[in-house]
């Protein structure tokens, strides 16, 4: 079995058109779903949408809460760990995390960030030492998906991505792989181009993906041969 975190991050959503990058992480996850089928491993889902499921900021009353004693804690406070303890099991918890960020004001929609403030705990998802903090993510897979309006990638103006690839280099997640859609707004050939590019590099991703259901379906060989 394989788990899959799906976290995306568009406004666009009900009663407008779907956001590209939820569109994109959509095929992304069906493609997903087609490879896991044709190697007989069963993908467990989680998705989670940040643009619908509110995430808190942190705040003095979160902060307050995670420092007080786990038994000294008020029912509210013990509710505030519980859901930033909830969405990091789940991250724990997957083999591959599907993570759409479009691009709003030159970086992340503020929920995803929000997402990584919770997610990321000194002593729970990486820890610090004496040569730097060290993730403690290990064996994930992450396939981001970026889209924006303009064109910025790795340029001056995008803040998507490095500060993706280091927020969650932190936690120990640098096995990444991304699918850009750039230049959606800048007219009708730009947007077909960009998403064209898009389609064809998430076939090219698929197509490297494919060992990720290989590795498990050769260990559940193994099993089954011990047994
Ligand atoms: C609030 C907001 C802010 C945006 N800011 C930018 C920006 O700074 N740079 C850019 O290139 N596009 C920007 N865009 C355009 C989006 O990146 C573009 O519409 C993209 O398709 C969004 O992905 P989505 O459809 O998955 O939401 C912005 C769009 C919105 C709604």
Known sequence: MKKVLKITSSVFNAGT????????????????????????????????????????????????ALTTQKQERTAEQVAMVQFSDTLIAEVQA??????????????????????????????????????GPVGLLENKKVFLIVTSGGQHEEGVTDFVRPYLKTALGLLGLKDIEII???????????????????EQATAAVLAGAAG?????????QLQGGAA
């Open 94 to 131: 997957a083999d591959i995390l599907l993570i759409a960020a479009p691009m709003y004001n030159f970086t992340v929609p503020s929920t995803l960030k929000a997402w990584i403030d919770h997610i990321a705990r000194a002593g729970v998802t990486f820890k610090y030492t004496e040569y």
């Open 212 to 220: 990720l259901f290989a590795d498990n379906e050769s260990a559940e």
């Open 17 to 64: 058109e779907t956001g590209v990058s939820t569109q994109l992480s959509n095929g992304l996850l069906a493609g997903l779903r087609e490879l896991a089928n044709e190697t007989g491993v069963q993908l467990d889902v989680v998705e989670r949408d940040l643009a619908l499921t509110a995430i808190p900021h942190l705040d003095p009353a979160w902060i307050q």
């Open 180 to 198: 850009s859609a750039s230049g959606l707004n800048l007219g009708a050939g730009p947007r077909a181009n960009a998403l064209l590019e898009a």
